[in-house]
């Protein structure tokens, strides 16, 4: 009976869970409506029946927005909710009725179809992608342990609660709970480059007594425990959970899962329990929804397009009250003249009807094939963004690609730019630059004159041919190191023996001399490489021992300690004894902490290396100091047992530990220090430079630690040493962080701008930090740096708006340690308080919900997966690109994008505003002054072709003068090419065009004569002379309008004239009246018509007086008052003589007082796995085969290892404290207390 309460506890929480149901929310959203929410989750393993209960998501994903039956509708229904096109569906309508229509039904059904085919051919296309990237990811095979056996199924088919059999280099199918594995201790090394863009491995472990499950099928059929943890969330990096089995729960945590998305690397196979599934994934909760994004441009265009629809109204209702006064004053007399079948009795339904045929008339205000034009410009413009050989990498055969066709003039009006770092800004690559040895430098090259000389591509490299293990893909430019190496200096040698041998690198030989190194961070990896190819080969390690070869003997060391890193230590050291006995200490970490723990007699080589590590330091390279220290047998035996005591406490073991550890190595000897590049992408400083010249704020946001992000912010140079000051939040609660801003704000605006005096006056915006023209005032620079969970804190709604002030106040701002929920929750905050553009950038799956908050997200596409490019609406290789993406491609983009508009609008005025002019004259009858042929042509055939031309290649000023003025890209940001103002002015110039192109035919033909006396006053004469010079300025208009001339512009533009006359002499002539003699009546009309002088010369004063005012207005404009465009346009002109000269920033080199941050991304706790043996596998016969296996102390080494081992739990829980510093910036000093709860922890940037 005892067990029969907890059972009827677990009964009743399934039947409360079985009333509720899970539903898709938005991780993007801030605030996310939820019908039902799943509380906590209840997995049985091996029962089906029990798991369906609870209607769990399966493990098919669907990423597509349409099925094959749903497509028409559901598009259909999406495009007419484009306000154009309804309003042009009404219209069709309206032309059905034959009581109002003067125009016949196919002048509009026709561009409206062909507006809903292309955009439908469009998203079917894009649908189509999705679909079959669904169908690859929902097909791929996992083996599935049904009814006893393993079953081969597809990745749809696996359900939560099922067990699931990985083999190395498998992606995990699900989100699962590891059981065993064929590691030693069920250890499993997993790779999560497409969860966080990283590529080093990571560890998991699973529980002790699932790791006894092995690989027995049938204990793992028999395997029925239950899960009760979390419900479904996007937190990669938690979860928490209990097992409960046989009459006992077993804690869970991160440690114990594999994520979908994860890749099983150096791991023969493992067993898992499927806990998430399909969308409830973390990998898919991350990728949030897809979002329908729309440029600023589209706005204002359906905000111009009501005001026109307004417009219209005001000119049907003028014209029907024209028509009602006219019909009770006038009509009645003519009513013995027309041959109505029905006479109107009423003036005022005369009216009615004149409304909406005037309505009919007039619609091409907006005509439909404006639409049409946007989607092929928009398509043109994306096409030249994916054949642009300047944006493809070849190294990877990867080209730029636009993934979406709507957003690309939005490209020229960025203001903020979002960028993760690891992948993005770095290749998440170390490689060993430059060195200090006993007070001197390596990695410097000289010419024959002593100069320094920069090292490129070109800059031939040390012969490694010695070395018959050398790693081939290691590059060092300075000889002299080599040369030293081989006359066996000792200081030189112990360097390189110290790397070899202080380090938590695993070694793996895959063939015979085929080495490959499992770093937990890139930058170990790098300095054991580094080792390596200078001669000292790191071969195997044992808990005990360490295998070298050295200079092409093999030589082992025993092991007999590993002090490890933490965050407050900065540093680690490791313990051994060589072939000869002798005990030494080897040491590495950061030179603030080293130089401290130095003997006095290294003072003169401390100032010498110190100097060394500043030169270092202002390369932005990253920095550790080397030190050594020879060990008395005595001494070390009394600290071992100092320590075997200190390692079993119960009180303050961690202090105790740090103690001793602090104790043995003081009096160390330095050796010297090494240098490493964290190395950036190619062309990221420059980029960053030139965008920063085109007033686009960078803000990095990142997972890595502060000071892994500052050194990167110096690298980059978005931080300087001559900013004015540099602020880093890092408080731990609301008070402290609003303090912090508070201060920071203080400091750059003054005390008596800065009005908040408590949290509930903080959402009181200060007018002058929200206005932008202020931020522009303020000549100083500044930086932000703000950690993850101040940032939490800062997000709040009572602290969001200072944030934001200080943030657009900075220069530069970092966020380090931040998640991928407040990624997205940063560039919402700017998208919702600023009125400007966001761009995200990113490569890794923690950068998804950022790539869709913003209005444009761009994927970085390499080997660190591909979830960030599929989210993307852009993707390329290199961050360097963006710089072309934006500030040539944008730039075009929306300088065409406008121009087309504003020209549009006024060609469209100028046409349809002849009928308003008419009406007066005509009596307000609805009569068209054009033939409906004209009106259907015009828009079609006569003038579509050069204004596509001109919207597709136009250039005000060549890439190479873009890419040289970044600050061209200005007027986009300010959006001054097309706005309500512009949209204004040219719509103006289109009526006062009308006004022209209808009064002075009509004045001229009051008294006109043909040649031969007789009248040219017929309506179709008139109508021919109008539509000629309307098409004839239009031209003339789109000539002026065009900056680039191309061969397609002239084709297009000329061919255009000829093609209207082609139409209207064929339209006249006496064959096409044969054959359709009710259509074409009007026989002889143009040539009739166009022989007249008079009529050239109306013509010809039509066009001039249309088009002088615009070039008169130009002309001073660009004399006066000339834009930047305008002068580098001139300049462009002068020097068209001279090659194109690229652009070339340099990268500017920083000296630096502050050390830039020590390479060693380590976290506490991988010693202790190293010297416990769980990593080990069985030894091979080549390690036990290696001289010095034997050895003396291994008692006592062990000993110490198991009573260090005591303190760990089976959940591996570890608390540290981390302590930042940054001198030389400001005196802020970060304690940070963070709970580690799984052995990922100890893989970091």
Request: proline fraction near 2%.
């Amino acid at each position: 009976m005892g067990n029969i309460s907890p059972l009827l506890n677990r009964i009743d929480g399934r039947l409360r869970f079985l009333g509720s149901c899970w539903r898709w929310s938005d991780v993007m959203a801030i605030q996310t409506k939820h019908i039902c929410i799943e509380e906590e989750r209840h997995v049985r393993a091996n029962d089906r029946d029990y798991n369906e209960r609870f209607s769990y998501a399966d493990n098919h994903i669907k990423t597509a927005k349409y099925t094959f039956y749903t497509f028409l509708p559901v598009n259909l229904f999406e495009q007419f909710q484009r306000f154009a096109n309804a309003y042009f569906l009404v219209l069709l309508i309206l032309q059905l009725i034959p009581e109002i229509s003067s125009l016949s039904w196919f002048t509009t059904i026709v561009p409206l179809v062909l507006v809903l085919t292309i955009t439908a051919v469009k998203d079917a296309t894009d649908d189509y992608f999705r679909h079959k990237s669904d169908q690859q990811v929902n097909t791929r095979q996992s083996q599935v342990l049904i009814k006893g056996k393993i079953q081969n199924e597809k990745w749809m088919n696996v359900r939560v609660g099922d067990i699931i059999k990985l083999e190395n280099n498998q992606f995990v199918a699900a989100d699962v709970l590891l059981l065993s594995s064929s590691e030693p201790y069920g250890l499993c090394y997993i790779e999560t480059a497409e969860l966080d863009g990283e590529t080093n491995l990571k560890v998991r472990q699973a529980l002790t007594v699932t790791s006894d499950l092995g690989a027995d099928v049938s204990k793992l059929a028999e395997f029925n425990g239950e899960v009760i943890c979390e419900p479904p969330n996007n937190k990669l990096d938690k979860f928490i959970g209990t097992l409960y089995w046989k009459d006992n729960k077993y804690s869970l945590d991160n440690e114990k899962m594999l994520l979908r998305g994860c890749i099983l690397r150096n791991t023969e196979w493992c067993f898992g329990m499927v806990i998430f599934a399909g969308l409830q994934t973390k990998l898919m909760q991350n990728c949030g929804r897809t979002k329908f994004k729309r440029t600023s441009i589209d706005r204002l265009m359906n905000t111009l397009v009501l005001w026109i629809f307004g417009f219209l109204i005001c000119m049907g209702i003028t014209l029907s009250i024209g028509n009602t006064i006219w019909e009770q004053r006038v009509g009645r007399d003519f009513w013995a003249y027309l041959l109505w079948d029905k006479l109107l009795s009423s003036p005022v339904f005369s009216g009615f009807l004149t409304f909406w045929s005037y309505i009919i008339i007039l619609n091409t205000v907006v005509p439909i094939s404006l639409y049409v034009s946007v989607e092929v410009l928009r398509l043109g413009h994306s096409y030249f963004i994916n054949w642009d050989r300047k944006m493809y990498y070849s190294r990877k055969d990867t080209p730029a690609e636009a993934r979406t066709t709507t957003l690309n003039e939005e490209l020229g009006q960025v203001e903020f730019i979002f960028s993760d770092k690891t992948g993005t800004l770095t290749q998440n690559i170390m490689v060993f630059s430059k060195c200090s040895i006993n007070g001197k430098t390596y990695g410097d090259v000289y010419d024959d004159f002593g100069h320094k000389v920069d090292i490129t591509e070109k800059t031939p490299c040390v012969d490694f041919s010695f070395n018959p293990l050398m790693d081939r893909k290691f590059n060092f430019h300075d000889s002299s190191l080599v040369e030293a190496i081989k006359l066996e200096e000792p200081l030189v040698q112990e360097f390189f023996r110290l790397l070899a041998l202080c380090h938590t690198v695993m070694p793996e030989e895959r063939s015979e001399g085929e080495l490959v190194y499992q770093a937990q961070s890139p930058d170990e990896g790098a300095l054991v490489t580094a080792a390596r190819n200078f001669g000292f080969v790191f071969r195997a390690r044992t808990p005990e021992t360490i295998t070298l070869y050295e200079m092409g003997q093999f030589v082992t060391y025993q092991l007999l300690a590993i002090l490890d890193f933490n965050n407050v230590r900065k540093r680690m050291s490791v313990i051994v004894r060589n072939p000869e006995g002798q005990l030494k200490l080897y040491s590495k970490g950061a030179d603030t902490i080293i130089f401290d723990l130095l003997d006095q007699s290294n003072e003169e080589l401390m100032y010498t290396t110190s100097e060394h590590l500043n030169e270092f330091a202002g390369e932005g390279l990253r920095t550790l100091a080397l030190a050594y220290k020879d060990l008395d047998e005595d001494m070390f035996d009394e600290w071992m047992k100092k320590l075997l005591f200190a390692s079993t406490s119960l009180n303050n073991r961690e202090e105790s530990l740090g103690a001793l550890y602090e104790e043995i190595e003081e009096g160390l000897m330095l050796l010297g220090a090494t240098a490493i590049e964290d190395k950036l992408q190619e062309g990221v400083p420059e980029t960053i430079s030139c965008l920063t010249l085109a007033n686009i704020k960078i803000w990095v946001l990142t997972g890595d630690k502060l000071e892994t992000a500052m050194n990167i912010g110096y690298s980059c140079n978005m931080l300087r040493d001559d900013m004015n000051e540099v602020f880093i939040i890092s408080g731990h609660t609301l008070l402290e962080v609003q303090r912090e801003l508070k201060n920071a704000k203080e400091r750059i605006m003054g005390p008596s701008r800065d009005r908040f005096s408590s949290g509930q006056d903080v959402g009181k915006t200060d007018m002058y930090a929200s206005d932008s023209v202020f931020e522009e005032t303020i000549i100083a620079e500044y930086a932000l740096i703000i950690n993850g969970h101040s940032l939490a804190h800062a997000l709040e709604a009572d602290l969001e708006q200072i944030l934001l002030d200080v943030a657009c106040l900075c220069k530069t701002v970092i966020c380090c340690r931040v998640t991928p929920l407040q990624k997205a929750q940063v560039v919402e905050l700017v998208k919702r308080h600023k009125r400007a553009v966001t761009l995200a950038i990113g490569d890794g799956a923690n950068d998804v919900s950022m790539i869709k908050t913003a209005h444009i997200g761009v994927g970085i596409s390499g080997q660190e997966g591909m979830q960030a490019v599929l989210a993307s609406d852009y993707s390329f290789a290199q961050f360097r690109y963006l710089q072309r993406l934006l500030l040539v491609h944008g730039r075009w983009s929306y300088h065409r994008m406008c121009n087309f508009l504003c020209y549009f609008f006024y060609k469209n005025f100028a046409f349809t505003l002849v009928h308003f002019w008419y009406g007066f004259l005509c009596g307000f009858s609805a009569q068209t002054v054009y033939d409906q042929w004209f009106i259907t042509l015009f828009n079609i055939v006569y003038t579509s072709l050069p204004v596509l031309a001109m919207g597709l290649f136009d250039q005000d000023v060549n890439e190479q003068y873009s890419l040289r003025y970044p600050n061209l890209y200005r007027p986009g940001q300010l959006n001054l090419l097309f706005n309500k103002r512009k949209f204004f002015t040219c719509t103006l110039q289109g009526v006062c065009t009308s006004f022209v192109l209808f009064f002075i035919p009509y004045g001229a033909f009051l008294s006109a004569v043909r040649d031969d006396g007789s009248h040219i006053t017929d309506h179709q004469s008139f109508a021919v002379t109008i539509a000629t010079s309307l098409v004839i300025v239009v031209s003339v208009q789109i000539g002026l309008d065009t900056n680039y001339w191309t061969a397609v512009n002239h084709f297009f533009v000329w061919g255009s004239l000829a093609v209207y006359f082609a139409i209207l002499f064929a339209m006249n002539s006496d064959g096409i009246f044969r054959i359709f003699p009710s259509q074409f009546p009007f026989v002889g009309t143009a040539r009739n018509t166009l022989n007249q002088k008079s009529v050239w010369l109306v013509i010809l004063l039509t066009t001039v007086v249309c088009t002088m005012p615009v070039v008169a207005m130009r002309f001073l404009k660009t004399d006066l008052h000339p834009t930047q465009t305008d002068k580098v346009r001139l300049l462009q002109q002068a020097t068209r003589r001279q090659g194109p000269q690229e652009q070339n920033l340099r990268r500017v080199r920083r000296t630096s007082s502050r050390r830039s941050a020590y390479a060693f991304a380590h976290q506490q706790g991988y010693g202790e796995l190293i010297t416990s043996g769980k990593n080990m596998k069985v030894h091979t016969s080549s390690t036990s085969a290696f001289p010095g296996n034997s050895l003396g102390r291994t008692h006592s080494s062990s000993s110490w290892i198991e009573s260090m081992l005591k303190k760990r739990g089976d959940s591996n829980s570890a608390v540290e404290a981390e302590e930042t510093t940054d001198s030389g910036i400001t005196d802020q000093t970060r304690v940070d207390v963070l709970s580690e709860h799984s052995l990922e922890t100890l893989y970091t940037n």
